[in-house]
């Protein structure tokens, strides 16, 4: 079976331009959340949906945004890319979050630098 | 919001020592602690996790316990092997009315010497 497969894996921006991220759960995953790692820290929260619905947000700006589509793929965007937006943005599944399992399966992440 | 925090940020123990590390939240509605390991360049992987009605787990050389009224958990790894070296993260997840947040700690990097 495919883990959660995320594209793409590398990419170079510079200041102000716009970058979309993408990422395909486990099959039979219904949510996905995203996470935002800078080099040395853990993983931030950045946003959780459940049936192409927003279940989750943390904290931050507006750039930010996301969905899910109804094949529960998930895009990430961020607009007017900052240098401090580079990192390594992790997608995560899980089945249900309603059942309270919780365990995340992670994807091997996009690694993002901004010039 | 919440808040975790790790300790220690590094680690070294012998290998076939015992290891701990330490988390501790602040939002007492934060009810799942799970423990990840992220060997370098690769993804977090779940190692073990609490539910805030359950005091300690165990799962061959790891243990998890939980103390609710301080708000800590920590993660025990006993017979220290030279792969159990990596980065460890806490985490503390919010799950209240189908609406989620997870806050991680800031890591552990455990370094077991041979």
């Known amino acids: 079976d495919a883990g959660v497969t995320q594209s793409p894996t590398h990419l170079i921006k510079t200041r102000g331009q716009q970058v979309t991220l993408r990422c395909s759960p486990i099959?039979?995953?219904?949510?996905v959340s995203w996470y935002q790692q800078v080099l040395g820290q853990g993983p931030q929260f950045i946003f959780q949906y459940y049936e192409k619905e927003e279940r989750g947000r943390g904290n931050f700006p507006d750039r930010f945004s996301a969905r899910q589509f109804p094949n529960y793929s998930s895009e990430l965007n961020v607009n007017a890319l900052l240098l401090g937006d580079s990192a390594l943005y992790l997608c995560a599944s899980t089945l249900n979050p309603d059942t309270n399992t919780g365990e995340l399966f992670f994807g091997e992440g996009s690694r993002l630098t901004v010039l | 919001g919440e808040n975790v925090e790790q300790h220690p940020s590094t680690l070294s123990v012998q290998e076939g020592d015992s290891a701990v590390i330490k988390c501790t939240y602040s939002?007492?509605?934060?009810?799942?602690f799970p423990w990840y390991k992220q060997e370098l360049g690769k993804r977090p992987q779940l190692i073990i996790d609490?539910?805030?009605?359950?005091g300690e787990k165990k799962d061959q050389r790891i243990a998890v316990t939980l103390n609710k009224t301080a708000k800590h958990f920590s993660l025990h790894i006993t017979e220290t092997q030279p792969e159990d070296s990596a980065v460890y993260f806490c985490?503390?997840?919010?799950?209240?009315?189908?609406?989620?947040?997870?806050?991680f700690g800031t890591g552990t990097k455990l370094q077991v010497i041979p």
């Open positions: 099959s039979g995953h219904k949510s």
């Open positions: 985490a503390a997840w919010r799950n209240s009315g189908g609406y989620q947040k997870v806050t």
């Open positions: 609490i539910r805030s009605n359950v």
């Open positions: 939002d007492s509605a934060s009810n799942y």
